[in-house]
């Protein structure tokens, strides 16, 4: 009867009943005993599931320049009937006076290679290297954002526990759900992104996440926290998010701390946390106004490691009503679901934050490049 009541609320939209907390798995309970597994070439293949899901490749940029940029292709199914997909551009100018640059752009005759690692469609291509080491990010979908970047992994990539995946059901041998996060937490940038008024030198540093939400996005999560920072020796990556009610208001965390060649901590011990809430007299939403980012977790060598990223975030880079600018297609996956307003604010303090490393006792400062998001939905 559960099943059903969620195949329901599934294809309807409607919010799901109440199962609790048990009706979660957590990556955390895999990352109890196996706290990250490195990628290998084989755990970036594109799922394209055939049933309700959300499935992102994103490039976070930080350009040399100053500008923050991100490059995202997303393939989207509603319930098995339509797949739809669509790139997505957008860039922060470093003087904040000129407006934002975001371009989203259906994608038409999309498609991937046989392995499911390249993904293509017209005027598009987003292709792993034979080597499984860079990504070439190709798009002339906008004018006004022609995208030619490569981006390539410096650190290892990671995902937690032993898949990545949460998994959402009341029968843990027949999930109905599944939310995975695989990351490239350090990357180099180089190439550019042509804009009206010119090419923009995006040459400098950025992180790669492939993201699967197996389930509709506003029944695995109510909101989320986002930080990506970049450091000369550290990078710094972390994904919570928080179930609504119908799974507990279960908060998994998923995140790592790496330096050139090497992580140096992964897993699910993490947690953001909103330690000033300035409020958003818009929508009711409590927007934050300050944050603190925590890892925790072993080294190889079975060392202590622990890291802290907090402070102020400053005046907002942009808030995002994603009902009123996302694609059609996205807005068919939310519904009409009483409740479900997202909004998306994204930041990158004026001041900039130090992350703080702490390891085997021994504790290092250094500031860097920064960028985060907090979502609220239901």
């Known amino acids: 009867m559960n099943w059903l009541k969620q195949q329901v609320a ?13 009706a979660i798995q957590s990556v955390s309970k895999q990352a109890d005993t196996t706290p990250y597994t490195e990628l290998r070439k084989g755990d970036l293949r594109w799922a394209a599931m055939e049933s309700t899901c959300v499935e992102t490749q994103s490039f976070y940029l930080f350009a040399e320049t100053g500008h923050i940029g ?7 199914n509603v319930a ?3 797949t739809t997909c669509q790139f997505n551009t957008k860039v922060f100018y470093p003087d904040g006076k000129i407006p934002n640059l975001w371009s989203s752009d259906a994608l038409n005759n999309y498609g991937f290679d046989d392995e499911q690692l390249c993904f293509y469609a017209d005027s598009c291509a987003v292709d792993l290297s034979e080597d499984g080491t860079s990504f070439s990010i190709k798009s002339a979908t906008n004018e006004a954002s022609v995208v ?10 990671f995902q937690a526990g032993i898949d990545g995946k949460s998994y959402f059901g009341t029968n843990p041998n027949h999930p109905w759900g599944s939310m995975r996060h695989a990351f490239w937490p350090r990357c180099a940038v180089e190439g550019n992104i042509l804009t009206k008024d010119g090419a923009l030198d995006f040459k400098g540093r950025g ?35 928080t179930t609504p009610p119908s799974y507990g208001s279960t908060v998994v965390n998923v995140g790592g701390l790496v330096s050139d060649g090497e992580i140096i901590c992964a897993g699910s011990s993490n947690s953001a946390s909103h330690t000033e809430v300035r409020g958003d007299p818009d929508n009711d939403w409590p927007e934050p106004g300050a944050v603190k980012f925590l890892w925790r977790g072993k080294t190889k060598d079975g060392k202590d490691c622990a890291a802290e990223l907090s402070g102020s975030l400053g005046k907002r880079l942009d808030r995002v009503d994603v009902m009123a600018e996302v694609p059609k297609f996205v807005k068919n996956i939310v519904g009409n679901v009483a409740g479900t307003k ?3 604010y994204q930041y990158s ?23 985060s998001e907090a979502t609220f939905i239901s």
């Open 10 to 22: 599934n294809v309807a939209g409607t919010q799901e009943p109440i199962y609790g907390p048990s």
């Open 70 to 76: 991100l490059a995202q292709v997303i393939y989207s």
């Open 80 to 82: 098995g009937i339509r």
């Open 148 to 157: 030619n970047l490569k981006v390539s992994k410096r650190s290892p990539g």
């Open 207 to 241: 992180m790669f996440v492939h993201a699967l939400q197996g389930m509709k996005p506003h029944h695995a999560a109510a909101k989320w926290d986002f930080v990506n920072f970049q450091g000369p020796t550290y990078s710094a990556v972390m994904m919570e998010y």
């Open 342 to 344: 997202p909004y998306i």
């Open 349 to 371: 303090p004026q001041i900039p934050l130090k992350l703080s490393v702490n390891m085997d006792g021994s504790e290092r400062t250094e500031e860097g490049a920064f960028f």
